[in-house]
């Protein structure tokens, strides 16, 4: 082991928290739970079970950047570091080529723009509205009563999508069940939602500038239904980074990295 | 250090401890007679050359704002519907006088309904023109002698040239303070902090200029005193921030708290307000229409953005920022259709811009500090990549 | 195919849907209105066409700057472009809302805020999307309202073309006219400096008479509207602003106004009712149903609701131009363009001409309920709701305030709308008027 270096990211978000181990740039471990009232807890036992899966001990991880809402409370980390920066380098380490990500999550959505270096240029959040984010569709299935790990398949489905004009969240459910109540059917609802709220996202992309290299992050990244409407509305290919890690760990990943590269300064100045 | 200077502070921190501040109510009990004003675009030199005390209406956060939402919607600013509320509660019952006007949608608004709900004994409406050619400027000047008359009628008392010439002298001084404390955030570790010099401008709307004077003198001198030099750096990202109304040091300091310090400014509370001064050599009504009508512009008027950014873009450079805020209040229109040309010219120039919508008197801080610690570790990569 | 050229989709889309809704409305020949406005706007589409396939000048100008005056200027030489011209079009015979959100997108992926008005988004949206012709000099006005006066500043700062802003103060007293009409000078020097074309006080003369004209049909239309039963639908109210902005001093303008006035006559004269039951009628005091004009016959066909007039609706005869002079034309278009036209009237300036107005109306229409259409970015609208609320219940008439965009219909859909004018009219109208009964 000597000479390798271990780092950790953990990335607390409103509804799921993840830890992630790395070594010399290959992930060992890692382990998604849900977030819960006491995030402090919550980091500690989810680093603690990805170090348990990688086969090592905290001992080992030379550095630990906490990331996500509940950063601050990550109190073990060595370091900070806002999930804008984490997505950025979490995206780029996966996929150089990246230039734009989305990154949709729970309670938020952002746009973040690289340049060539992966370094950060330019990003965009959404504003205290549930409109572009995960929280939407949470809400939504549980109107429609499906699982919202099915909206995907759901989407495909569709024959003839229905048109969601409300641009705000709660307006948006009561038009959903005004459309049950007139009998649109269920995928026909789940792709006009989808589409609804790629609209919004859209606005943030185009914002910080859209660039054909384009990957989404965050749990919403793994709805089919979402990546569909983001690449017919954005009318660019988007990257899946499915097949090469779960997206919604990305941000634990980068976390990990910006890890790696503090590690030759500031947590290097601590071990010592 | 920072202990000497919350003493020195002591004197703002007092102007703005609450809306009828002692300041004030020495003036009052003195006989002065105090007139609320909502704008940079009001001579602050011709009310006092009344011998009233001008007094920048400002929001109070924390207020519960229903009142004033009652009247102006929740489509208003959250700023406007606060200082709408204190009026209709009573809370500006110690005003005068008031003058509103025009310089925004929201702010007229606002300035109709006080008139209507809770009139003054003194109540003026002026119109501030959206333009500053020759004709507008001369306007404006005829708008302010109409101010003039009115303010004489009420008052009892004649102003003179000389009362306006002595005024405007006055408040040349004050803003020429202003503008040296504000030298002294050019240090690569600023003497003042961003919240610290808001409040000492915002204080300047606040108080009596005869008081500010001599407060702002003995804080310079002291300042001066410890701070001969530049040394060290705080190594924090220093920032410009623009964009509207803002009077709550609070929203800077909790800005400076996320390894920034807010170096400069471009708002109407901060430096806005006292860059431009007042000609001392032309007809003394006719030097406060030039340069009330032409200072340092907010985008209510058409055609002003190259004045605007040129400046800011001056102001950038001297106190050699890396990265503006722009801030605004959500539904503030005017700042909000500049943002595009704001973030146009950032991105032109390789300037790093964070635009942050706020409300009045109140920091959703999740959100906020991401974005400020974000906008840090951007500014931070570049500055790697360079 | 516009004039035999491919011109851009979205005009091209719009001419298209005049070339359709031109085929079904002149089976009715006695449906004049909506035949002589898409003549005009037929008209208007191959003006602007041909000026710019024959490279005339083309001078921008927002919504409220005064037709007349610019028709000084020899028309076989410049085009005056409204920047809100292809939004309004597209909103009133176009696909209600496609294109306009798209451009309204824009401008928001731009910079812009979301809350800003939508008129003054898709206006700089169609700039940014390239859909506009391109000016040679631009003339606005500060009015009426924040949005407008500094879209100003990101047109001038893109355009990169002379620019000339005009102020419209607070007030409307004489002193208040001749400062516009001081100013309307400096315009006009400006723009023949810059467009190296002299201006023609001749023309100006005879553009006064048709403004004039038009002036005294709208006047007579507008006394027409006050009998009950309403023989014209509610819907022609709204489309006289689109109109009289465009059209102001233009024979065009001068040609529906008597149509619409002609079509009332007839209307009247035959009996013909827009409403089969007992007529709830409404004063609309604020921005049209733009995004889709069909809301009116559905108020009609369903709920018994007329429109007799609106606030873009009403003009007085009595500002017409005095064409004695140049000065006394250049006070008049100033008079006119402060005291007679919609929201500069009641918006620009003093709580009193809207809260006047808004009587008035009420008054001489026989309203039965009153309207604020609330538009979403109007935030001038929207401040004087408080006390449109505390005269409405002075007056007595119930008022009905309700949040839509005038051309996004994403923002609140036609479905929602009527349901809040189903219940408003179940819960509160009818009651009050079989109380009165």
């Known amino acids: 082991m000597r000479g390798d270096i271990i780092t950790a990211g953990v990335d607390i978000g409103s509804t799921t928290s993840k830890s992630l181990v790395m070594m010399d740039g290959n992930i060992l471990a890692y382990v998604i739970g849900p977030s819960s009232a006491n995030p402090a807890r919550t980091a500690g036992e989810v680093y603690q079970e990805s170090c348990k899966r990688a086969g090592i001990t905290e001992k080992d991880v030379a550095c630990v950047v906490g990331t996500g809402y509940g950063r601050a409370r990550v109190t073990f980390a060595h370091e900070n570091v806002s999930e804008i920066s984490c997505h950025a380098a979490g995206a780029y380490s996966v996929m150089h080529e990246v230039r734009t990500i989305i990154d949709i999550g729970g309670q938020d959505c952002k746009a973040i723009s690289l340049d060539n270096n992966g370094h950060l240029k330019n990003f965009a959040m959404n504003d205290k509205c ?26 495909s489905e569709s024959q003839r999508p229905a048109s969601i004009s409300n641009v705000c969240s709660v307006f948006a459910e009561s038009e959903v069940i005004n459309l049950i109540n007139e009998g649109a059917s269920v995928p026909d609802i789940i792709r006009g939602l989808h589409n609804s709220l790629t609209n919004r996202v859209s606005v943030l992309v185009n914002r910080v500038g859209l660039n054909a290299d384009l990957v989404v992050t965050g749990g919403v990244a793994k709805n089919k239904g979402v990546i569909r409407a983001l690449s017919e509305k954005l009318g660019t290919r988007i990257t899946s980074l499915e097949s090469r890690i779960d997206p919604q760990i990305i941000g634990a990943l980068g976390a990990a990295v910006v890890a790696k590269r503090k590690f030759g300064k500031e947590c290097a100045a601590e071990a010592i | 250090m920072e202990k000497t200077n919350e003493m020195l502070m002591k004197s703002f921190n007092r102007a703005l401890s609450e809306l009828n501040n002692p300041y004030i109510k020495e003036a009052q009990s003195n006989g002065k007679k105090v007139i609320g004003l909502f704008c940079s675009y009001i001579p602050l030199e011709l009310i006092a050359a009344g011998g009233m005390v001008p007094y920048r209406l400002k929001g109070q956060p924390g207020k519960d704002i229903g009142a004033g939402t009652t009247y102006l919607s929740t489509r208003l600013c959250t700023f406007s519907r606060n200082a709408l509320s204190l009026a209709l509660e009573n809370d500006y019952s110690f005003l005068s006088g008031f003058i509103g006007n025009n310089t925004c949608d929201q702010i007229r608004r606002a300035s109709q309904n006080w008139i209507i709900k809770k009139p003054a004994q003194f109540n003026h409406f002026i119109h501030i023109p959206r333009v500053y050619g020759e004709e507008n400027v001369s306007f404006f000047k005829d708008q302010l002698i109409e101010l003039k008359q009115e303010l004489e009628e009420w008052s009892g008392k004649k102003i003179s040239d000389d009362d306006l010439l002595k005024e405007n002298l006055k408040y040349n001084k004050a803003r020429e303070l202003l503008r040296k404390l504000s030298m002294l955030r050019k240090y690569n570790k600023p003497v003042l902090s961003g919240s610290e010099m808001l409040t000492i401008s915002a204080a300047y709307h606040q108080m009596p200029v005869n008081d500010f004077i001599p407060a702002a003198e003995s804080l310079l001198e002291n300042l001066l005193k410890e701070k001969t030099s530049d040394k060290g750096s705080s190594g924090k990202a220093r920032i410009l921030l623009c964009g509207g109304m803002i009077d709550e040091p609070d929203y800077i300091a909790f800005i400076e708290e996320q390894d920034i310090d807010v170096v400069a400014d471009a708002v109407c509370f901060g430096m806005r307000s006292y860059r431009d001064d007042v000609d001392m050599k032309m007809d003394p009504m006719e030097a406060l229409a030039e340069r009330y009508l032409t200072h340092f512009p907010c985008p209510h008027i058409g055609e002003s953005f190259s004045k605007r950014w040129e400046t800011i873009k001056q102001v950038y450079k001297e106190y050699n920022a890396d990265g503006i805020i722009f801030q605004r209040l959500k539904f503030c229109q005017i700042w909000g259709v500049d943002s595009h040309n704001m973030s146009g010219e950032c991105e032109e120039m390789g300037i790093p811009l964070l635009t942050l919508e706020r409300e009045y008197g109140f920091f959703s801080t999740g959100q906020l500090k991401t974005r400020l610690q974000a906008f840090v570790e951007l500014i931070e990569e570049r500055k790697e990549a360079v | 195919m516009i004039l035999g050229k491919e011109r851009w989709q979205v005009w091209e889309e719009a001419y298209e849907s005049i070339e359709i809704l031109e085929d079904i409305f002149s089976v009715a020949s006695d449906d004049r209105t909506h035949n002589a406005l898409l003549k005009i706007y037929k008209g208007y589409f191959h003006d602007l066409f041909t000026a710019i396939d024959k490279g005339k000048k083309i001078v921008y100008g927002n919504f409220a700057v005064p037709g007349t005056l610019m028709r000084g200027f020899d028309t076989d030489k410049v085009f005056w472009y409204q920047l809100e011209a292809l939004s309004v079009i597209q909103s009133l015979v176009g696909e209600p809302g496609v294109w306009n959100s798209k451009l309204a997108d824009a401008a928001e992926e731009g910079g812009m805020a979301p809350e800003i008005c939508s008129v003054d988004r898709i206006a700089h949206g169609s700039w940014l999307n390239k859909v506009v012709p391109k ?92 009998p009950r039963p309403s023989a014209q639908p509610s819907e022609t109210v709204s489309l006289m602003a689109a109109v009289v902005t465009v059209f102001s001093g233009h024979q065009s303008g001068l040609d529906y106004a008597t149509e619409t006035l002609a079509e009332i006559k007839d209307f009247q004269s035959r009996g013909i009712k827009t409403v089969s039951g007992d007529e709830l009628r409404a004063i609309w005091m604020g921005t049209p149903y733009w995004t889709d004009l069909n809301f009116y016959n559905w108020l009609e066909g369903e709920l018994n609701i007329t429109v007799p007039m609106d606030m873009f609706g009403y003009y007085h005869a009595g500002n017409l131009i005095d064409t004695s002079s140049e000065e006394k034309m250049m006070e008049g278009i100033a008079r006119n363009a402060m005291r007679n036209f919609p929201m500069t009237r009641q918006l620009l300036g003093s709580y009193e001409d809207y809260l006047g107005d808004y009587r008035m109306l009420c008054r001489h229409y026989d309203a039965d309920f009153a309207v604020i259409p609330g538009h979403l970015g109007c935030t001038h609208g929207w401040g004087i709701s408080g006390l449109m609320r505390e005269e409405s219940e002075r007056m007595g008439i119930p008022l009905l305030m309700f949040e839509f965009d005038m051309l996004d219909p994403r923002v609140k859909p036609r479905d929602d709308v009527e349901i809040i004018f189903k219940n408003f009219v179940d819960d509160i109208v009818l009651p009050k008027k079989a109380a009165r009964t």
């Open chain 1, 130 to 155: 549930a409109a572009g984010t995960g929280r939407f569709l949470d809400v939504m299935s549980r109107v429609l009563e499906v699982d919202i790990s099915e909206l995907g398949a759901l989407d």
């Open chain 3, 135 to 226: 000016p040679d000099a631009c003339f606005y006005l500060t009015t009426p309202c924040d949005s407008q006066t500094c879209l100003v500043n990101n047109m001038v700062n893109e355009t990169g073309k002379p620019t000339i802003v005009l102020d419209m103060p607070y007030q409307a007293r004489d002193e208040d006219i001749r400062y516009v009409a001081r100013q309307f000078r400096v315009v006009i020097k400006f723009l023949e400096d810059n467009l190296k074309i002299k201006y023609d006080f001749g023309r100006l003369k005879h553009a006064c008479e048709v403004y004039n004209k038009m002036m005294v049909n709208i006047a007579d239309w507008v006394e027409l509207r006050r």
